[in-house]
């Protein structure tokens, strides 16, 4: 059973500029959450999205946004790129929404804002 | 609000040696709990997690960990460490079980031979 995939893998991006990344869940997961890991914050919710719909949203302006497809699929997108958004970003799906639901981590997806 | 405090910031243990990571939540209510581990370039794994019940809970890869509620504590522990448990440790908490969780600032630990 592939895991979570995450693309692209590195990105390179420069100040004010817009960046879309993508995740693809587990087959059969529902959720998808997005994490953003810096070495100052370090790994702090972002959002998640549950049927399309986003269920709860982390503590971060709306230059961070997300969507979810009817497969599953997530794109999280970052507009006026600052030097702080530079970050590991992480996605994790699982089968529902539900505490017990486990997630699923990708590798990843690092950002480098110059 | 919630918050995870892990304390150390490395860890370096001899192989073979026992090893101890320390964790301590601030949560209102009954936590849900959680260990990951991070292998560089890797994605976060579950190693255990505790919802209620037995406050001693296994893991994968001989882990295991004890929830002190008057503690507020949730410490990692092994036996005998491997080189292959070099890696960055990480502490959680979700106040609704797996979502939305809020995560401790991560300890690195180092295996010397």
């Known amino acids: 059973k592939a895991g979570v995939t995450q693309t692209p893998r590195y990105l390179i991006k420069t100040r004010g500029q817009q960046v879309t990344l993508s995740c693809s869940p587990i087959?059969?997961?529902?959720?998808v959450s997005w994490y953003q890991q810096t070495p100052g914050q370090g790994l702090q919710f972002l959002f998640e999205y549950f049927s399309e719909t986003q269920r709860n949203k982390g503590n971060f302006p709306g230059r961070f946004s997300g969507r979810q497809f009817s497969n599953s699929r997530s794109e999280m997108n970052v507009s006026t790129l600052e030097l702080g958004d530079s970050a590991l970003y992480l996605c994790a799906s699982s089968w529902g929404s539900g505490s017990g639901d486990e997630q699923f981590f990708g590798p990843g997806t690092r950002l480098t804002v110059l | 609000a919630q918050s995870v405090t892990q304390p150390d910031i490395h860890i370096t243990v001899s192989e073979g040696a026992s090893l101890e990571l320390r964790c301590n939540y601030s949560y209102g209510a009954t936590p849900y709990l959680f260990w990951y581990v991070q292998s560089p370039g890797q994605g976060l794994q579950l190693l255990l997690k505790y919802f209620s019940g037995d406050t001693l809970v296994q893991g994968i890869k001989g882990f295991e960990a004890e929830f002190k509620r008057s503690q507020s504590s949730f410490n990692l522990r092994k036996p005998s460490v491997h080189w292959s448990d070099a890696a960055e440790y990480f502490c959680a908490v979700g106040p609704t079980g797996f979502q939305k969780l809020v995560f401790g600032t991560g300890t690195r630990l180092l295996v010397s031979p």
């Open positions: 087959s059969g997961h529902r959720s």
